[in-house]
């Protein structure tokens, strides 16, 4: 069973990968793959409504600028519309959010801030993107403002409404069919969430908005990850991020963005998830992420783990009880010398720890263990 640390054996692994003289994967520099980078950051402002509109005093998520020496292999893309752009001003009135309950006893809470939001493009206009606050009447109010001036069209922008704010609204592309916030992951896991979305016709984007139940949990956001629904990941530069589908049945896309220390995955299911690189490991020294879901006596479970590319499935040593429905299998994350190890199977409900005993595969000829 190795214990490696996965940073220094994906450097010796992955160095080999580029130089053919050196088939045995010995001093890598993991930058050639996945290195750190440089993000240089240019965060859009949402200002304050009133009479000094132009005074930016809210940051959001913003745009930010492309990655230096493609540190997770980034791909640049074209600066492409799908949609001919608004010449009139076009505005989406977003349904009102949902409800957040309470965790102890599960009553609605009382969050403050707008219950329901828009956004409003305003070609030409200063500012050119505007957010809203809608009334209990429908009538709509002015929160703040942003500008849509050097967002390109795969690109998202965002503000919050104010400090230690409960709601961030934004535009998305429209061909965004899945969202995930890049937020500061915890033991104790995340705080509860609510989004709503609508399109803003002829623009080639859409609205979005996400309500949180933690005063502040907004400001925390710096990052977003949204999914086509046919493969590709991009961050909110628009840039593409590294990305493979599976063969499953739900077609799951696994992402790997060691810039953003986060793998995780998006399903034609809806299902999502995401894990910090760094605190993802467990007996292999390879990040995983391991999630289940499930109704009834049995829970269907993905085991997904980033190895370099070349690595050979091993065997799955199941507890009782366990079926494995997609076996061991390797997928390379193109434009990478990375890979991801993956398999589904089914445990029952009552079953202890992971559905398995031991994931074994093989990286140029030594076998590494994975053990709950």
């Known amino acids: 069973m190795s214990h490696d640390v996965f940073e220094d054996e994906l450097r010796t692994l ?151 704010s409960h709601v961030l609204v934004g535009v998305l592309p429209e061909q965004a069919k899945e969202v995930q916030l890049v937020t500061p992951l915890t033991d104790e896991g995340g705080h509860a969430s609510t989004s709503v979305r609508a399109p803003l016709a002829g623009t080639g984007r859409q609205a979005f908005a996400v309500r949180f139940e933690v005063a502040g949990d907004a400001d925390t956001v710096r990052h977003l990850l949204w999914w086509d629904g046919r493969g590709t990941v991009h961050d909110e530069t628009g840039a593409v991020v590294p990305a493979v589908t599976l063969g499953d049945a739900e077609r799951t896309t696994v992402f790997v963005s060691e810039g953003l220390d986060r793998m995780g995955t998006f399903s034609t299911d809806g299902g999502q998830s995401m894990m910090a690189l760094d ?56 434009g990478t010398d990375l890979a991801i190890l993956w398999t589904r199977y089914s445990a029952p409900e009552s079953v202890e720890g992971s559905g398995y005993r031991s994931i074994t595969w093989d990286e140029g000829g030594r076998t590494v263990t994975e053990r709950p």
Do not use: C
């Not at 160095?15 to 003289?21: K, L, N």
């Not at 390879?286 to 049995?298: D, K, Q, V």
């Not at 690595?311 to 040593?317: E, V």
């Open 279 to 334: 605190g993802s490991r467990n007996s292999s020294g390879r990040p995983f992420l391991g999630s289940g879901r499930g109704e009834g006596s049995r829970i269907d479970y993905l085991f997904a783990a980033v190895v370099p590319a070349g690595t050979t499935p091993g065997t799955l040593t199941p507890t009782t009880g366990t079926e494995v429905t997609d076996p061991l299998t390797v997928a390379p994350v193109p």
């Open 14 to 164: 992955l160095r080999g990968a580029t130089d053919a003289e050196n088939p045995a994967f010995h001093d890598v520099d993991t930058a050639e793959v996945l290195g750190s980078g440089r993000r240089v950051v240019r965060r859009r402002r949402m200002a304050a409504a009133g009479a000094a509109l132009a005074a930016a005093t809210v940051v959001g998520i913003g745009s930010w600028a492309a990655l230096d020496g493609s540190s997770d292999r980034a791909l640049e893309v074209p600066a492409t519309r799908t949609s001919a752009p608004a010449t009139r001003p076009v505005t989406a009135l977003l349904e009102p959010f949902s409800d957040l309950s309470s965790s102890t006893d599960g009553q609605p809470l009382s969050i403050p801030g707008p219950q329901r939001v828009g956004v409003r493009v305003v070609p030409g206009g200063t500012p050119d993107l505007e957010y809203l606050a809608i009334g209990a009447d429908g009538s709509t109010s002015l929160m703040g403002g942003s500008s849509l001036d050097g967002i390109a069209p795969l690109a998202s922008t965002s503000g919050t409404a104010g400090e230690d």
